[in-house]
């Protein structure tokens, strides 16, 4: 008998079909390297899936090396760091996300200190100058660039033998003040015109629990007695009215008086009996004509009632002629959706406003000089009289707000 032979079965890796070496490290194989097909790993029963090496990121590129062999950081390239995010090297080497924002503030950064470093070495520039020319420079540094002296002017004898008083009825409006008087004292010292600003404040005061109001004719009134001698004319003018055609004439008006905001030129009021804004006379003619009422407490109808004084003491009155420039004549600084005008009309005030008033004006007005001080408002010289009404409440029960 044949010896009974027993049949055996090779696995596919003993027969040499596969390979079965160890599988490499990842620190030996290469990086990245694909394993061949059908090739596996011991412990496993499935071939290792291709897309695991796939998916691994590529190696990074060294930095470009220049000539010297030091390595050339681009400060400006945007990389991707080991979280993914987009970074970028700042001479610090410190990383920072890129974006427009941190650009825009590193461009303001870099002007603040070009600004700082010019304003602190220009005094510094200025005084090596100096020392180079044999000069000693006592005393601080000054700022550089040195700020322009405010303009100046004296007057002179040659401008005229006539002086004027600037008389500018005001109560709480700083803000147009500050820029009136420089602008004025300017103004009419390119005109060569002798003058000098006073500032009438109503000094606001309560009486019984009551506040006095505005009273624009009575601190013209007030003014008109309390200025200088050295002026023989007035300039009855409104602190937000500011000239600005030259050609306008502040000179004395021997004639008459003379409407320099005349209707054609006022930005607001176009009727032609209108007087107010800013009228030019001389001390005999006011007198003339008693001044101006002392009736009326709030605002507007002041002028109005002036216009009959004017007409009744016989005098004419004169406007601007020749003048091109219309409603731009003038730059008007009130604001009256900011301040808003007083325009009650409180008891028999509403009837009275239109009656003439014969017996009252720079004969009978009542008042009293708080203080006097003198000032300069950007340069320009004015008088501040702090100036406190009295109010008859028998004559003219509106002069006062409950």
Not at 385 to 398: E, G, S
């Amino acid at each position: 008998m044949f010896p009974s032979r027993r049949k055996t079965t090779q696995l596919p890796w003993e027969d040499g079909r596969w390979d079965v070496s160890p599988c490499p490290s990842p620190q030996s194989l290469p990086y990245p390297k694909k394993e061949p097909r059908g090739r596996i790993c011991r412990g496993s029963s499935l071939p290792r899936p291709l897309g695991v090496l796939a998916s691994a990121p590529p190696p990074r590129k060294p930095p470009p090396q220049d000539k010297g062999g030091a390595t050339a950081v681009n400060l400006m390239t945007c990389e991707d760091d080991k979280h993914g995010h987009r970074s970028r090297l700042i001479p610090s080497g410190l990383p920072r996300k890129c974006s427009v924002f941190h650009l825009f503030v590193a461009c303001l950064l870099l002007g603040f200190l070009s600004l700082l470093w010019l304003q602190l070495s220009c005094s510094g520039d200025v005084a090596r100058a100096a020392r180079g020319q044999g000069q000693e420079t006592p005393g601080p540094s000054r700022a550089c660039p040195p700020e322009p002296p405010p303009e100046h002017w004296e007057e002179d004898e040659s401008w005229g033998p006539h002086r004027l008083a600037v008389l500018v009825p005001f109560r709480e409006r700083f803000e147009e003040l500050l820029v009136f008087v420089p602008h004025m004292h300017r103004f009419l010292s390119r005109k060569k015109i002798q003058h000098h600003i006073y500032v009438l404040n109503q000094v606001d005061h309560f009486s019984l629990g009551a506040l006095h109001r505005f009273n624009r004719a009575a601190l013209i009134n007030a003014g008109f007695l309390e200025s200088s001698n050295s002026t023989d004319y007035i300039a009855m003018h409104d602190v937000d009215l500011l000239p600005l055609n030259e050609e306008l004439d502040y000179g004395f008006p021997e004639t008459g008086p003379f409407h320099v905001a005349s209707p054609e030129l006022h930005p607001l009021y176009h009727y032609k009996t209108y007087v107010g804004g800013i009228l030019l006379l001389s001390k005999q003619h006011y007198q003339l004509c008693n001044g101006m009422s002392n009736r009326f407490w709030g605002w507007g109808r002041e002028d109005d009632e002036f216009y009959r004084r004017i007409k009744g003491a016989g005098l004419q009155l004169f406007r601007p002629s020749g003048i091109t420039t219309g409603y731009k004549t003038f730059r008007h600084l009130h604001d009256p959706a900011w301040r808003k005008r007083d325009q009650k009309r409180i008891a028999a005030q509403k009837q009275e406003q239109f009656r003439v008033d014969r017996e009252g004006g720079l004969s009978t007005v009542k008042y009293r000089v708080d203080s006097r001080t003198a000032l300069s408002v950007g340069g320009a010289p004015c008088t501040v009289l702090n100036i406190m009404l009295d109010c008859d409440k028998a004559a003219t029960p509106w002069c006062t707000f409950s």
